[in-house]
């Protein structure tokens, strides 16, 4: 069982110790920090209510807004969605992994806590080593949307998360700056057709 932690601790993404910690933690319904390409994300597992609630409280971000699921493989992603459209398979097969998300019909085996109450939900696959090692050794996807608290700047090092968080239980993943440093590019797929509803 990894230790328990007092406050925010920063350990690196390329040790197996640590990334073993990472997923103990997450099976165990706790806080994970993670490094994408585009930014740091505060990870949970999508499908445990009371896991993604923390994810909420800890950000202090609004209910109805929705969380990015962040999934290792095209399978795991159609098995978060009740529709997946042939212009998914189009878009994953030339920009996945990378940063862009989808956003298609949700699955009942959802909760809705994960989609901002909404039918919908939003799922990319991460073009980073460490988020992709985490979900992969935890065999389902995470939610991980930026870790900040809501309203300030999105971290793109380790530091920033640590200096964010350092009060709460939280182990941060540390995979150098993000390479991108921007959000992920977001793509409505549900209409007739496709929807960019933020570049």
């Known amino acids: 069982m990894t230790d328990p ?22 099976r165990a319904r706790r806080l994970v920090a993670i490094p994408t390409e585009t930014v ?7 499908l445990e209510p009371e896991a993604i609630e923390q994810i909420y409280r800890v950000k202090g971000r609004p209910g109805d807004n929705p969380l990015i699921a962040h999934v290792s493989s095209v399978e795991m992603a159609r098995s978060l969605v009740s529709e997946w459209p042939e212009e998914a398979d ?8 990378g940063p862009l998300t989808m956003v298609l019909p949700r699955a009942d085996s959802v909760p809705e806590i994960s989609t901002g ?20 050794r935890l065999g389902e996807p995470i939610s991980a949307p ?14 920033h998360v640590l200096s964010e968080f350092v009060d709460h239980d939280l182990l941060v993943l540390d ?20 929807e960019v ?3």
């Open 40 to 46: 740091y994300g505060i990870a949970a597992r999508t």
């Open 175 to 194: 995979g150098g700056p993000c390479r991108v440093g921007l959000e992920s590019t977001v793509v409505d797929l549900r209409g007739r057709l496709p």
């Open 90 to 97: 189009r878009l994953a097969l030339v920009l996945w992994p």
């Open 5 to 26: 932690l007092s406050g925010a601790v920063v350990r690196s993404g390329k040790d197996q110790t640590s990334i073993a910690d990472a997923v103990i933690r997450l």
């Open 117 to 136: 109450g909404r039918d919908s939900i939003a799922i990319r696959i991460p073009a980073h080593s460490v988020a992709l090692e985490v979900i992969h």
């Open 146 to 159: 930026s870790a900040n608290r809501s309203g300030s700047l999105s971290p793109t090092e380790a530091r």
């Open 197 to 199: 509803l933020r570049p």
